[in-house]
Nanobody, 115 residues
Framework: QVQLVESGGGLVQAGGSLSLSCAAS????????MAWYRQAPGKQRELVAS???????NFGDFVKGRFTISRDNVKNTVYLQMNSLKPEDTAVYYC?????????WGTGTLVTVSS
């Protein structure tokens, strides 16, 4: 059973930075696409950033160059570096990973950006 465990959330002031990581366990083969999504209260879950096995990246329009996604294929770990954070970035951030037809989710980590 594949499990995704996120870490690195917390409270930060506007303009600050946070680093999230998500480690997959229960699988030794390389995962396919890995991604970060977020969900703010009362809003739908939205894509923050994704990265393919070949490290091709894609970002939500709101990111505007502030975030970086990377992965370690040996460790099956994905990272999200968030800079210039804004109060509107406050949300629960979820790790997502795909392997073939399977789609896995972490339980989420809360990011709170104070103004």
């Amino acid at each position: 059973q594949v499990q995704l465990v996120e870490s690195g959330g917390g409270l930060v002031q506007a303009g600050g930075s946070l680093s999230l990581s998500c480690a997959a366990s229960g699988i030794t083969l390389r995962l396919d696409d890995m991604a970060w999504y977020r969900q703010a209260p009362g809003k739908q879950r939205e894509l923050v950033a994704s990265i393919s096995r070949g490290s091709r990246t894609n970002f939500g329009d709101f990111v505007k160059g502030r975030f970086t996604i990377s992965r370690d294929n040996v460790k099956n770990t994905v990272y999200l570096q968030m800079n210039s954070l804004k109060p509107e970035d406050t949300a629960v951030y979820y790790c997502n990973a795909r392997f073939g037809a399977a789609n896995y989710w972490g339980t989420g980590t809360l990011v709170t950006v104070s103004s």
